[in-house]
């Protein structure tokens, strides 16, 4: 009797533990699954997005595929803490598939937005490199700050440190110096602008000089000298087309009409010479009309409002003459090339030969751009 | 007697179930993250990418296969094998380390040189400018050259305070380098000039 209720505990004790150890093994077959797999995919395709510099060229999504990657990893651990049959994957399986996702678009688009940057910083580059060239072209010749020549000069260094970046491959370092130079040369552009944005409120007039000047010399198949002072160029006219240009030098003071004797100043305007001086203490000159009749209203205009002393002269005197090349502006308000250039034009042009003198042939706006 | 065996046979079972379960090797963790960190901060990311890069890939595995075995019954845990990565993060973060603070000596002795270059380019520009004659381009030339030899020289003092403070290296470098191009470039431009003047 006392056997046989032991050998009773024993079974049912059997039957329970067996019941227990079955919805042990159901529970585990049937249990959440981490998502394994999906971790070591994600690792790869993460790992090829960082070779291919995703996280520089496709950030924002790099970014988030790292974020959603550590957070799905976050997740599948506080999952592991609970016990094994209330475990549910679910949220960690969804964020490693966002991150995966993530990671495929970077690097599919790490390619494409490196190339992209790389026009957009070649194109940059051109036109820097094209404003660079107005400065020494053009703007060499102006009477600039020692600052804004600076400017212009770090400009074109952080250009060249750019340039030496990108040879490397290093886009990113190659922009941003880009970037530093362009902030340079903006801020020295804007320094010149300011500087001839005053000075070009008589193109329209000089544009009219000069379009008069080259129609005439078409009109009676002769020529024509114009001089363009922001080039620091004349430009010889036969029958109204471009025969030959010449460098040519001025007075210190060259931005600006001439307002009285003595300022340093060339005058700006329509006019022909009325002597050839073969003799000249300037080897050669051809001497101009300079005061003419509009030379004389303007000067008169200028003293009556007081920008001008009342004991001022109008000057004359003015000429086109040798000893040039000298590479600075050095005249009286002459306007001076080298002796052999002015033995050619000597030679070319004859008294009553139109001379205008104007700022500029290019707009400001041609000029800057 | 029976009984007895019966008890030694169930705490044997416990100890070996108990002695079964292995433990995640957090200790290991800390210690790979600790490296990684280190390695970062000595700039390993960008003096060394390769090496940190694999560093920090090992990293993720040897996470995932911690987790993967805890996701296991406890009895069945075995971390073995996280415990070799996380030792080879560690390796990779040194060897990232090493390799930093080589390339960082190597740079900073070509940026010395360069300094040393430099300053003398820089002399010899300033030397030239003056002997350089005013061509066709003249004063304004001239000026603008004297501009790029400033410029050149406004460079050459701020990386040789940069050495001296410890900046970036690699900064510096790419800083430098560019900057002695010009002043090679502005010197043989002048020498030219000189040369033909000479000749003339």
């Not at chain 1, 101009?288 to 002269?313: C, M, W």
């Not at chain 2, 030339?141 to 410890?166: M, R, S, Y």
Request: net charge positive; with cysteine.
């Amino acid at each position: 009797m006392k056997l046989g209720w032991k050998k009773k505990l024993f079974v049912v004790t059997g039957i329970l533990l067996s019941t227990v150890l079955i919805i042990y093994v159901v529970l585990i077959l049937t249990m959440d699954k981490p998502p394994i797999a999906e971790f070591d995919s994600c690792q790869v395709i993460l790992g090829k997005a960082k070779r291919v510099n995703a996280d520089v060229y496709s950030p924002e999504y790099y970014k988030i595929a790292e974020k959603k990657y550590q957070a799905a990893l976050i997740e599948w651990k506080i999952q592991n803490e609970k016990v094994f049959f209330a475990r549910d994957f679910s949220k960690a399986k969804e964020l490693i598939l966002t991150a995966i996702l993530k990671a495929q678009e970077a690097n599919s688009s790490s390619g494409a937005n490196k190339n992209s940057l790389k026009m957009k910083y070649l194109n940059e580059v051109e036109l820097l490199k094209r404003k660079l060239d107005n400065y020494h072209d053009v703007f060499i010749h102006l009477p600039l700050k020692v600052s804004v020549r600076k400017n212009y000069e770090f400009g074109k260094l952080s250009l060249e440190q750019g340039l030496n970046a990108f040879g490397k491959g290093d886009i990113m370092l190659a922009t941003k110096r880009l970037n530093e130079g362009k902030m340079r040369i903006g801020v020295a552009d804007k320094d010149v602008n300011a500087l001839l944005k005053e000075y070009f409120n008589d193109f329209s007039k000089w544009q009219n000089q000069f379009a008069a000047t080259i129609r005439q010399s078409a009109q009676n198949n002769s020529y024509a000298f114009i001089v363009d002072k922001i080039k620091h160029k004349g430009y010889l006219y036969s029958n109204g087309k471009l025969s030959k240009e010449y460098d040519v030098e001025f007075g210190r003071n060259w931005i600006g009409d001439k307002h009285y004797a003595g300022d340093k100043a060339t005058p700006e305007g329509m006019y022909r010479i009325i002597k050839k001086k073969g003799d000249s203490g300037y080897h050669k000159a051809l001497l101009i009309n300079y005061p003419n009749e509009a030379d004389y209203a303007t000067f008169n205009n200028r003293k009556r409002q007081g920008l001008i002393s009342k004991n001022s002269h109008i000057g004359g005197l003015i000429e086109i003459h040798g000893n040039g090349g000298k590479g600075d502006d050095w005249t009286a308000g002459c306007v001076a090339l080298t002796d052999r250039d002015i033995d050619e034009l000597y030679s070319r042009v004859s008294v009553g030969t139109p001379i205008t003198i104007v700022g500029s042939m290019m707009s400001l706006s041609e000029l800057l751009n | 007697m029976k009984k007895g065996l019966l008890k030694l046979v169930a705490f044997s079972f416990l100890v070996v179930s108990l002695a079964s379960c292995a433990k995640a090797p957090q200790a290991e963790i800390d210690a790979a993250n600790v490296s990684i960190e280190s390695a970062k901060t000595a700039g390993a990311d960008r003096y060394a990418p390769e090496s940190f890069n694999a560093a920090s890939e090992a990293l993720k595995t040897a996470l995932t296969a911690v987790e993967e075995q805890n996701s296991k019954f406890a009895l069945f845990r075995n971390y073995d094998a996280a415990k070799t990565t996380l030792a080879s993060v560690a390796t990779l973060s040194t060897k990232a380390v090493e390799e930093t603070t080589a390339k960082k000596a190597a740079l900073k002795a070509e940026v010395t040189q360069s300094i040393t270059d430099l300053t003398a380019l820089i002399v010899a520009d300033k030397e030239l400018l003056a002997k350089a004659p005013k061509g066709k381009e003249g004063k304004a030339a001239i000026e603008a050259i004297g501009q790029e030899i400033a410029v050149v020289e406004t460079v050459n003092t701020e990386v040789t305070a940069g050495v001296a403070n410890n900046e970036d290296i690699l900064t510096l470098s790419d800083k430098i380098k560019p900057a002695v191009e010009k002043a090679k470039a502005i010197n043989t431009e002048l020498t030219d000039v000189i040369a033909k003047k000479g000749k003339k």
